[in-house]
């Protein structure tokens, strides 16, 4: 599973998810599915005002990053090996992504104020009486 900041149940380095959508119908139907990652690295070990979090877009790809907010600030020796240090990604494997740093939540869903959100999205049509699979 992929359960963000929880190390025990997500300790794999990498998620895949696969969507399976039918289209039943008897025309071509056009879907989008998106998905959206709220950078909150660091945010259960390290103090808010001496990290700097920032969203960025690799071709298709959102990466969340992490570093020190301020340079005179020396973080604990084991701050790469905390718990929820490191970069996340969101990405679907498909051409038609487009990646955004910046993104508005879905509603209801509520952030954590003031952490970046980026989202991914790819649009797809599924040919009238057809089954696709798209891989994020």
């Known amino acids: ?33 998106s998905g959206w990652l709220e950078n909150i690295i660091g945010a259960q070990t390290c103090p808010p005002a001496e990290i700097r979090r920032t969203n960025q877009v690799k071709g298709a790809t959102l990466l969340a990053t992490a570093d020190k907010a301020r340079p005179e600030w020396t ?43 980026g989202g991914v999205r790819t649009e797809k049509t599924i040919p009238a009486g057809d089954t696709i699979t798209v891989t994020a």
């Open 1 to 33: 599973p992929f359960i963000p900041l929880n190390i025990d149940d997500s300790s794999l380095p990498a998620t895949v998810l696969r969507y399976t959508l039918t289209n039943p119908g008897e025309t071509p139907v056009t879907v989008t599915l």
């Open 75 to 117: 973080p604990p020796t084991h701050f790469r090996r905390l718990r929820d240090i490191g970069t996340m990604a969101l990405t679907f494997l498909d051409a038609a992504t487009v990646a955004s740093a910046e993104a508005a939540a879905p509603a209801p869903v509520k952030t954590t104020a003031g952490q970046p959100l």
